[in-house]
């Protein structure tokens, strides 16, 4: 049920009253218990009464009788029961007479509750349907999300990185800007800061182009820079429109180019997503055949939490029939989205499934973000989908210890039932984020310790510090308590204390572990041992990982050789591996050679070099990733070859 519409009235039974039998009713107090606000709205025709302690139900009776009125329904444990009043009867007139009466404590209207929506400033606001649906354009009210029920709980937070892996996303649109992903360990100085094999990637990658651009006006990239702005476009900055989350961090992958792009290209910005702290992806796009490598990527995406957002697609079809990827593959962590219109139809495009697509959301005539200051209406599932994606970045923004499978539970399980999704989608309902946001259904899990690590992915030898919190079940910080961290490499099954991870909480609940420097990718708890005498239980943190690039070594012998001369170049992998590198060289910026060369026992790799022809030579040597660390390269090395 929709927000815009739902009145939230609290109704129960009571079995019976108690007490003695009341008097002749006197003159009405000067004064009644409760001021009516000039604006509230109240039930016509019906009050709440409570009797004073001590006294039986026959007295309520008996004043009934008085005013031709009788009891509708008891509420329980109160004394308290709902008064039907004759037609003649005004509800302020009645509150009147009946607290007027000694067996009566007190009584109210019986206000009509309406939920708590917060409407932001943006001027195209009220061209958002998906989001507020007032009837707008031949829409019917209450066919959104209910987005501003919503925001009443949150606008969401920028620690909250939602991927949005697509074509490029216009960066510097002003209702963007403010709300895009800064890489923390890199600088926009030409240099690879952070060891990740990409130059200044400082607001994301474009893997179509292999730059660090994210977004290139002649691609056009509108597709993307409209998905990132129903995202998290800025809300209440009284520009443009506004996303679903107000305040999340969009980082921009992008892997599609005008005429699509490569599922290779799509891996990368799955793993680059992971590897830099996106817990949410947006990928609203799909096609081609099974891809085992497209679905492995997501299932890494899984292990590390990682929910994938993907649109249905927009071919009409069945896809239990005839599976549409990624949306269609059976990972847990992915949520596949159909699209609907402001009349909560299925939309005539839309690709279904009563098995294998979740859920709807509004994807008919979406207005959103475009390239240079633009806006404009887009259709398709690629609508829908970042429409579950900022919701899922709001429910994230609550709780920042929540995984996939709980975002994924917690909108499934609170959508609103529609018949033109009836055997069309898993849950046959459009997305509700003001009811996803009822996180009470949420399977409990321990909340009170968290831990993070100061940078999530690390070179081997790299070492870093991880900051955690304690809190009590009222949030407020537990100080001087001992918290010990604990660690599992991924080739492990279990957790062991970290050696010197024992640390005591400050005045503020924080604690630090510093120095800590991981030998593969690790995975990171802390655990409160719980504190009996205190009322204090024990509780142990999500999951933080860290993974570890390997460190490749490169050495020439020379700087500079005659032509025809021999180059000798060495290098070594850390840690200890017993594969291959794969040695690139170009010749005055061009490619001129690449071939693996084998490890021995101890690591090390060898190359002879002879070239036929004079130039400025540079070498670089590449290790790919495996299950325990992520791929690097070596510093580039050069020489000259002279006649």
């Given at each position: 049920?929709?927000c815009?519409?739902?009145?939230?009235?609290?109704v129960?039974?009571?079995?019976?009253?108690a007490?003695?039998?009341a008097?002749?009713?006197?003159?009405?107090?000067?004064?009644?218990?409760f001021?009516?606000?000039?604006?509230?709205?109240?039930a016509?025709?019906?009050?709440?009464?409570?009797l004073e302690?001590?006294?039986?139900?026959?007295a309520?009776d008996?004043?009934?009788?008085?005013?031709?009125?009788?009891?509708?329904?008891?509420?329980?444990?109160?004394l308290?029961?709902v008064?039907?009043?004759?037609?003649?009867?005004?509800?302020?007139?009645?509150?009147?007479?009946?607290?007027?009466?000694?067996a009566?404590?007190?009584?109210?209207?019986d206000f009509?509750?309406?939920?708590?929506?917060?409407?932001?400033?943006?001027?195209?606001?009220?061209?958002?349907?998906?989001?507020?649906?007032?009837?707008?354009?031949?829409?019917?009210?209450?066919?959104?999300?209910?987005?501003p029920?919503?925001?009443?709980?949150?606008?969401?937070?920028?620690?909250?990185?939602?991927a949005?892996?697509d074509?490029g996303?216009?960066v510097?649109?002003?209702?963007?800007?403010?709300?895009?992903?800064?890489?923390?360990?890199?600088?926009?100085?030409?240099r690879?800061?952070?060891?990740?094999?990409?130059?200044?990637?400082?607001?994301?990658?474009?893997?179509?182009?292999?730059?660090?651009?994210?977004?290139?006006?002649?691609?056009?990239?509108?597709?993307?820079?409209?998905?990132?702005?129903?995202?998290?476009?800025?809300?209440?900055?009284?520009?443009?429109?506004?996303g679903?989350?107000?305040?999340?961090?969009?980082?921009p992958?992008?892997?599609?180019?005008?005429?699509?792009?490569?599922?290779?290209?799509?891996?990368?910005?799955?793993?680059?997503?992971v590897?830099n702290?996106?817990?949410?992806?947006?990928n609203?796009?799909?096609?081609?055949g099974?891809?085992?490598?497209l679905?492995?990527?997501?299932?890494?995406?899984?292990?590390?939490?990682?929910?994938?957002?993907?649109?249905?697609?927009?071919?009409?079809?069945?896809?239990?029939?005839?599976?549409?990827?990624?949306?269609?593959?059976?990972?847990?962590?992915?949520?596949?989205?159909?699209a609907?219109?402001?009349?909560?139809?299925?939309?005539?495009?839309?690709n279904?499934?009563?098995?294998?697509?979740?859920?709807?959301?509004?994807?008919?005539?979406?207005?959103?973000?475009l390239?240079?200051?633009?806006y404009?209406?887009?259709?398709?599932?690629?609508?829908?989908?970042?429409?579950?994606?900022?919701t899922?970045?709001?429910?994230?923004?609550?709780?920042?210890?929540?995984?996939?499978?709980?975002?994924?539970?917690?909108?499934?399980?609170?959508?609103?039932?529609?018949?033109?999704?009836?055997?069309r989608?898993?849950?046959?309902?459009?997305?509700?984020?003001a009811?996803?946001?009822?996180?009470?259904?949420v399977?409990?899990?321990p909340?009170?310790?968290?831990v993070?690590a100061?940078r999530?992915?690390?070179?081997?030898?790299?070492?870093?510090?991880?900051?955690?919190?304690?809190?009590?079940?009222?949030?407020?910080?537990?100080?001087?308590?001992?918290?010990?961290?604990?660690?599992?490499?991924?080739?492990?099954?279990?957790?062991?204390?970290?050696?010197?991870?024992?640390?005591?909480?400050?005045?503020?609940?924080?604690?630090?572990?510093?120095?800590?420097?991981p030998?593969?990718h690790?995975?990171?708890?802390a655990?409160f041992a719980?504190?009996?005498?205190?009322?204090l239980?024990?509780?142990?943190?999500?999951?933080?990982r860290?993974?570890?690039?390997?460190?490749?070594?490169?050495?020439?012998?020379?700087?500079?050789?005659?032509?025809?001369?021999?180059?000798?170049?060495?290098?070594?992998?850390?840690?200890?591996?017993?594969?291959?590198?794969?040695?690139?060289?170009?010749?005055?910026?061009?490619?001129?050679?690449?071939?693996?060369?084998?490890l021995?026992?101890?690591?090390?790799?060898?190359?002879?070099?002879?070239?036929?022809?004079?130039?400025?030579?540079?070498?670089?040597?590449?290790?790919?990733?495996?299950?325990?660390?992520?791929?690097?390269?070596?510093?580039?090395r050069?020489?000259?070859?002279?006649?």
């Amino acid at each position: 049920m929709s927000c815009a519409s739902i009145l939230l009235v609290v109704v129960a039974f009571s079995a019976s009253f108690a007490g003695g039998e009341a008097g002749a009713q006197p003159e009405p107090p000067e004064e009644p218990s409760f001021q009516t606000p000039e604006d509230a709205e109240f039930a016509p025709g019906q009050i709440i009464v409570k009797l004073e302690e001590g006294v039986p139900e026959r007295a309520l009776d008996a004043l009934n009788r008085r005013n031709n009125a009788q009891v509708e329904e008891g509420l329980p444990g109160l004394l308290t029961a709902v008064v039907d009043l004759p037609d003649n009867l005004p509800v302020e007139q009645a509150v009147q007479r009946y607290e007027a009466d000694p067996a009566v404590e007190w009584a109210e209207p019986d206000f009509i509750l309406q939920p708590s929506d917060v409407t932001p400033n943006d001027p195209g606001f009220s061209d958002l349907y998906g989001l507020n649906n007032t009837g707008q354009s031949g829409g019917t009210e209450g066919a959104d999300i209910s987005a501003p029920g919503a925001w009443s709980v949150t606008t969401g937070s920028e620690d909250t990185i939602i991927a949005v892996i697509d074509t490029g996303v216009d960066v510097e649109h002003p209702d963007l800007e403010g709300n895009v992903w800064t890489n923390p360990n890199e600088s926009a100085n030409g240099r690879d800061d952070s060891g990740n094999g990409l130059v200044d990637d400082v607001n994301g990658w474009d893997f179509h182009n292999d730059d660090n651009s994210v977004y290139n006006e002649e691609d056009g990239d509108e597709h993307g820079t409209h998905v990132a702005g129903t995202v998290a476009a800025e809300g209440d900055n009284e520009v443009g429109v506004t996303g679903v989350n107000w305040q999340a961090q969009i980082m921009p992958l992008k892997f599609l180019g005008p005429s699509g792009g490569f599922t290779s290209n799509a891996v990368k910005a799955i793993d680059y997503a992971v590897d830099n702290g996106a817990t949410i992806s947006n990928n609203s796009w799909g096609g081609g055949g099974r891809s085992q490598a497209l679905q492995d990527a997501i299932t890494r995406a899984g292990e590390a939490g990682h929910l994938f957002v993907a649109a249905a697609g927009n071919a009409g079809n069945d896809n239990d029939a005839n599976p549409f990827y990624p949306a269609s593959y059976d990972n847990e962590n992915i949520v596949s989205v159909a699209a609907t219109d402001s009349n909560d139809q299925i939309a005539s495009f839309s690709n279904f499934g009563q098995n294998s697509v979740d859920l709807g959301a509004p994807g008919v005539r979406i207005v959103s973000t475009l390239p240079g200051d633009n806006y404009g209406a887009f259709s398709g599932t690629s609508m829908a989908a970042p429409h579950v994606a900022g919701t899922a970045g709001l429910l994230k923004s609550t709780d920042s210890g929540l995984d996939a499978a709980q975002l994924k539970q917690q909108m499934l399980e609170n959508t609103d039932r529609l018949s033109s999704l009836e055997n069309r989608a898993v849950t046959g309902g459009r997305l509700n984020a003001a009811d996803s946001l009822s996180l009470e259904e949420v399977p409990p899990r321990p909340t009170e310790t968290n831990v993070s690590a100061g940078r999530s992915v690390l070179v081997f030898g790299q070492g870093t510090n991880l900051f955690g919190g304690l809190t009590d079940s009222s949030g407020e910080p537990v100080a001087g308590e001992e918290v010990v961290l604990l660690q599992r490499p991924v080739d492990q099954d279990r957790f062991r204390p970290v050696s010197d991870g024992a640390v005591t909480t400050d005045s503020n609940g924080r604690f630090v572990v510093r120095g800590v420097s991981p030998q593969k990718h690790t995975i990171y708890r802390a655990r409160f041992a719980g504190k009996e005498a205190e009322g204090l239980e024990p509780s142990i943190s999500g999951p933080e990982r860290v993974n570890v690039r390997v460190r490749v070594g490169l050495q020439v012998r020379n700087q500079e050789i005659q032509l025809g001369q021999r180059q000798g170049m060495a290098g070594r992998v850390f840690p200890g591996k017993e594969t291959r590198v794969r040695l690139v060289t170009t010749r005055n910026g061009e490619f001129f050679d690449a071939r693996w060369r084998p490890l021995d026992g101890n690591s090390i790799y060898r190359h002879v070099f002879q070239s036929p022809q004079p130039g400025i030579y540079r070498v670089t040597a590449t290790f790919p990733r495996d299950d325990e660390h992520l791929g690097n390269r070596s510093p580039q090395r050069s020489f000259r070859v002279v006649r």
